[in-house]
């Protein structure tokens, strides 16, 4: 079965993870697929803090340490914060 396409609310928040995490993976953002796990770039326990900090600050969401390895990639990672209320086009939560 393949995954359902990104709800509307979904794709800015996978380009705003993917801008992020571009920086932190030392990537082009265009390299980033929504659907490959992170673990795959090289993704580390820094990194993944790093955007723990990134999501608290942008978005006032509180969230587990282990939210990148709970939801490993762009796509789950992003459906999942839409479950918490980040919206990008509503601006921060």
Do not use: N
């Not at 990537?27 to 795959?40: D, F, K």
């Not at 990639?73 to 918490?84: E, H, M, S």
């Amino acid at each position: 079965m393949s995954p359902s396409p990104p709800r509307h609310t979904e794709v800015p928040l996978q380009q705003w993870l993917t801008t992020h995490l571009a920086v932190y993976l030392d990537r082009l953002p265009e390299s980033i697929e929504a659907t490959v796990p992170l673990a795959e770039y090289g993704m580390d326990s820094v990194c993944a803090l790093s955007l723990c900090g990134d999501i608290e600050d942008d978005f006032g969401i509180v969230v587990e340490p282990s939210l990148a390895w709970d939801h490993p990639t762009v796509a789950q990672l992003a459906a999942y914060l839409v479950t918490r209320g980040a919206d990008l086009e509503r601006g921060k939560r």
